[in-house]
């Protein structure tokens, strides 16, 4: 019997997607997701800091999009891995 591999993109939206969706507009919500992707994208496999930088990078522009007081928009950034923001920002 053969099981295919997880995508870990799926596991990972799986655990977080609704928590990042739900909680986008909220800056302690944003905060403490980003430090749990952040610590996953310091992990041995390649395709699980992949797949946490991406998640991590969707979750900030959705969360910059939903919060409506720029100070919090501020404050998560400053929490931000910068390799995120340099995907987000181009």
Not at 8 to 27: C, M, P, T, W, Y
Not at 28 to 36: P, R
Not at 38 to 51: E, F, I, K, T
Request: charged letters at 25%; hydrophobic letters at 45%.
């Amino acid at each position: 019997m053969r099981i295919r591999p997880l995508d870990l993109g799926e596991l990972l939206d799986d655990g977080f997607g609704a928590l990042a969706r739900d909680g986008a507009a909220l800056v302690e919500v944003q905060i403490g997701l980003q430090m749990v992707l952040s610590s996953l994208m310091n992990h041995s496999d390649p395709g699980l800091r992949a797949a946490a930088q991406d998640l991590s990078a969707q979750s900030y522009a959705r969360a910059a999009e939903a919060m409506t007081f720029a100070p919090d928009v501020d404050r998560l950034t400053e929490k931000m891995p910068a390799p995120v923001l340099k995907d987000v920002r181009g």
